[in-house]
C-alpha cells in the first residue's frame, strides 16, 4: 500500500487558518469523506459558485489529504498571494487557452500520488448555467488509475453575508457511473460528473446580498 502523500507546511498553515471560519463560523457539515482516498492519485471535480469553495472543500478533506487545485493563474499576479498558492502546491492555468503547460503539470503530479481538484465549470457560475470543458476527462484518460471523486458544495455563497451566518455542507461521494468508461469522450465525462454534482447542489447566487425573487401576481 503506497504511503500517504505528505502534506506541504504551506498548505497546513493556510487551513489552519481558513478552519475556524469554515468549521464553525460557516457551521461546516461534511458527508462522504470515507469516498476520498487517503493515498493514491485522485481526481476530484466540484461545483463552484462561490470563491469560498476550494477553501471549504480543503478544509473538509484536511483529515484525509491535501488537494492540489488547478486555479486561474491571474491569482499569481496578486503580490504575496503567490507564494502562498506556491507553498500550498496549487497550479497556475490559463483558462481558456489549453495551457498545456498546466495539463502536464497535472498529469505528472497525479502520477506521482497527488490529488489534483479540478472546478469542470472553469469559473464561478456567477448564477449561471455553464457548459463542462474537457480538462477533466482529459486528465482522466492520460492517468486511468485515478481514482475519480465528486463533492457537491452548498453554502459557502453565504458566507460573506454577515451578519447572517452561513451553513456550509460539502459532500464527496463517487460518480453513479464511475470514471471514464471505455469509448467514453473526455468531454462526456466533464458533462456527466458536472450533471450529478448539480443534483446535489444546485446553483446558487455569490454576493453580499442574497437576490430576492419576484412576487408572484
Given amino acids: ?33 470515507e469516498h476520498m ?28 489529504r491535501q488537494i492540489r487545485a488547478l486555479a486561474k493563474s491571474s491569482l499569481w499576479k496578486i503580490k504575496g498571494l503567490d507564494r502562498v498558492l506556491d507553498s500550498m502546491g496549487q497550479i497556475p492555468v490559463d483558462r481558456g487557452k489549453g495551457d498545456q503547460k498546466a495539463m502536464q503539470r497535472a498529469i ?21 448555467e455553464l457548459r463542462a470543458r474537457s480538462g477533466f476527462g482529459r486528465l482522466a484518460a492520460e492517468v486511468p488509475e485515478a481514482e475519480v471523486v465528486c463533492v457537491a458544495v452548498s453554502g459557502t455563497v453565504d458566507i460573506p453575508r454577515f451578519p447572517t451566518r452561513p451553513r456550509v455542507t460539502v459532500k464527496f461521494f463517487r460518480p453513479a457511473a464511475g470514471g471514464l468508461a471505455q469509448g467514453e469522450e473526455a468531454a462526456a465525462l466533464a458533462v456527466r ?10 446553483i446558487a447566487v455569490a454576493g453580499r446580498k ?8
Fill in 108 to 128: 505528472d503530479e497525479l502520477r506521482g500520488g497527488a490529488c489534483i481538484g479540478i472546478f469542470p465549470e472553469g469559473t464561478r457560475s456567477l448564477g449561471r
Fill in 37 to 64: 482516498p487517503e493515498h493514491g492519485p485522485v481526481l476530484l471535480a466540484g461545483n463552484h459558485d462561490s470563491y469560498w469553495d476550494p477553501v471549504a472543500i480543503g478544509v473538509a478533506a484536511l483529515p484525509r
Fill in 210 to 217: 442574497r437576490r430576492k425573487h419576484p412576487v408572484a401576481t
Fill in 1 to 33: 500500500m503506497a504511503a500517504p502523500e505528505p502534506m506541504t507546511r504551506g498548505y497546513r498553515i493556510a487551513m489552519k487558518i481558513c478552519s475556524p471560519i469554515v468549521r464553525r463560523w460557516a457551521r461546516l457539515e461534511v458527508e462522504g469523506l
Fill in 193 to 202: 460528473l458536472l450533471e450529478e454534482i448539480r443534483g446535489h447542489a444546485p
